[in-house]
């Protein structure tokens, strides 16, 4: 491709345009960033109508493809991030369900031990209830 020198003695910019009336146009126009000159050249041809009017319905459609996959990717996120809570959650929820398990064995265990202790308690109880039954008839 050519090079072409702008009013500033600078080599010029390529760019391409994008707006309706000029699209998909090449041009070069001076690279200076503060203060250009004038310098503005076209290499391309213009297009037609039919094409301007394809060129920029295809634009169109490719940056209405292009919000929707932004839209779908931050989608995609919100939904890692609602899988990473879930999982989290899910997690400490085991974790508790394991330690209720645990004090669950414990209770048992002390239960076992409690009735154990009391057996004799009982039997007493039953030999006084069976004495007062003698006793009263």
Known sequence: MEQR???CGLQAELKTSWTDNNPAM???HCSKDAKPCSYF???DPKPTLMQRNYIVKLRRERDALEA???IKKWECN???????VA???AGRIIVENHEMEDELKILKEEMKRLKAKCWWK???LC???MWLVVVVV
């Open 26 to 28: 090449r041009f070069f």
């Open 41 to 43: 050249e076209f290499i």
């Open 68 to 70: 929707e996959l932004r």
């Open 87 to 89: 999982w989290d959650k």
């Open 127 to 129: 030999v006084l209830v």
């Open 5 to 7: 020198m702008c009013k």
């Open 122 to 124: 009982n039997l007493v």
């Open 78 to 84: 919100e939904l890692k991030e609602s899988e990473e």
